[in-house]
């Protein structure tokens, strides 16, 4: 007999539903479901282009950093600007601290928490799962995530004045001065924060960790460190079977993090792996779909060309408000596993070989990035001492009335896109692609299944009203639907809490 079963899983916003035909205790079939439509496509529509640099930093209070980012390279791309140097590195710092601040709370606030759950009780490792991860917050990681993650905050807020919702990159740079005490607050708040991820997250130090080049390498790590927060995790999670859960498309994408200071490509490079190769990142190979997405069906088109119109009839399966986004005509998967594997990092890429893209490399890939990433803010901070006497603007002189530009940058949660058209001087089209509408999209206008969608098929459910595996596949992506959709639709769901 086969079994519907709708579950609301986002932690975070709780607009995200998960719907899944069981038969046998097997997931036969599925569908992602964005239950708010975002709109801010249309709100942007008629208005000035400088309007984006307020507006677009709002459509998420998470990512807000990495929207405003991605605003402001469609802007410089549509003027043909350049930006400075310093002004990029500026950005980048920031956008860095945002990604080290999101990995800490996502894994030890929103992933590990599930492994509180009463179906894990007769586990040997349950009772330091609670201690360690007990919601809401209780648990001794969770709760230092977020204290401690408050610290990464100072990097943003020495330029930005705020965070979230800032308004200080424009196209040409950062309008902020850059000064050696800020360059100090930075850097102190890196070193409380590397001094903490060390000692409690990794039991190591960030020299160790990234000399951790293979997955014998790590397991070795592993028997030496069970009791840190990535120990933990790592230990815990294999046990479930998490490293054979959630495989979806084996097509990554990613358009590469940090850009360069001279705008040339990024600090980690990104690319399409298309079967065994790996090819260079095209913004023109886009193609988004609403065949069943609750807008009107115009067939696939490029962000430049999309309509953003909200429809609800006539009927023809639509069951979403994301739209169902297509690379090459391929589903795709995003996310920082992807971004460090595409940039060759060599423990992501040795997991990879050794058991493909799944939930528990994932979510071991957030513990492992902030290391890598507070040495690439280091870096950025030297350069910006170094190159203290050159500006940080480069001020726009005339900027034209027709024009269109595209900006991409690398989210926590992966490649976020932005497509901009201007027409007599207003903003004509602007489209958001953000990395949850990648990986949650819909089925195409072709009937294949999204990436989440396809990641659950065959996934076995010995207790349907306890979904357990099914959310860790979800919650390893990370889902932030508020970046995807937005204002709530009513229905009857079940509110699926699993712990």
Not at 54 to 78: H, K, N
Not at 92 to 98: F, G, I, S, V
Not at 165 to 185: D, R
Not at 212 to 234: C, K, N, Q, S
Request: hydrophobic letters at 35%; aromatic letters at 10%.
């Amino acid at each position: 007999m086969r079994e519907r079963t709708t579950i609301d899983l986002n932690r975070v916003e709780g607009d995200l539903e998960v719907r899944v035909d069981v038969e046998d205790n097997v997931v036969r079939d599925s569908w992602c479901v964005g239950t708010m439509y975002r709109g801010y496509e249309q709100v942007l529509v008629g208005r000035a282009p400088s309007d984006v640099l307020v507006i677009v930093p709002r459509i998420c209070g998470i990512c807000s950093t990495a929207q405003l980012y991605a605003g402001v390279r469609a802007l410089e791309d549509a003027y043909d600007i350049q930006p400075a140097p310093n002004g990029v590195r500026v950005r980048n710092l920031c956008l860095m601290a945002e990604a080290v601040m999101n990995d800490a709370r996502q894994t030890f606030v929103m992933f590990c928490p599930d492994f509180c759950h009463a179906a894990y009780r007769s586990h040997p490792l349950y009772d330091k799962m609670v201690t360690a991860f007990e919601p809401p917050i209780k648990g001794y990681f969770a709760r230092q995530a977020v204290l401690r993650s408050k610290g990464m905050l100072g990097v943003i807020t020495a330029f930005a004045g705020q965070w979230p919702h800032a308004t200080y990159m424009a196209p040409g740079g950062v309008t902020c001065e850059v000064t050696a005490e800020k360059l100090a607050k930075c850097e102190a708040a890196i070193d409380e924060y590397q001094s903490w991820y060390e000692a409690e997250v990794l039991g190591c130090s960030s020299d160790q960790w990234m000399g951790l080049h293979t997955a014998e390498g790590f397991l070795g790590w592993l028997e030496e460190h069970p009791d840190t927060g990535a120990g933990l995790y790592a230990g815990f999670g294999r046990s479930l079977g998490l490293q054979q859960l959630g495989l979806g498309s084996r097509y990554l994408l990613s358009c590469g993090c940090y850009p360069r200071p001279d705008n040339n490509g990024f600090l980690m490079p990104g690319g399409h792996l298309n079967g065994e190769r790996v090819e260079p990142f095209d913004h023109h190979q886009v193609r988004e779909h609403t065949r069943y997405s609750w807008f009107a069906d115009y067939g696939p088109t490029h962000p430049w060309d999309s309509i953003t119109k909200a429809e609800h009839g006539p009927d023809r399966g639509q069951y979403s408000h994301a739209k169902a986004t297509r690379y090459a005509n391929q589903v795709v998967q995003l996310g920082p596993m992807v971004d460090l594997f595409l940039a060759g990092d060599p423990l992501i890429a040795s997991w990879m070989r050794a058991e493909g893209p799944n939930a528990w490399l994932r979510q071991l890939t957030r513990l492992y990035r902030p290391v890598v990433v507070m040495q690439l803010m280091r870096q950025t901070i030297a350069e910006l001492r170094a190159e203290s006497s050159e500006p940080a603007m480069v001020w726009l002189t005339d900027v034209p009335d027709d024009a269109q530009g595209f900006g991409a940058v690398n989210a926590a949660r992966g490649t976020l896109c932005h497509w901009i058209c201007i027409r007599d001087g207003k903003i004509s089209n602007y489209q958001v692609i953000t990395p949850t509408t990648w990986n949650a999209s819909p089925r195409d206008s072709e009937g294949r299944r999204g990436h989440w969608e396809e990641s659950l098929i065959g996934l076995t459910v010995p207790d349907p009203e306890n979904p357990l595996h099914l959310g860790h596949i979800v919650r390893s992506h990370d889902p932030c639907l508020v970046c995807t959709t937005h204002m709530i639709r009513t229905s009857q769901r079940r509110n699926f809490t699993p712990y």
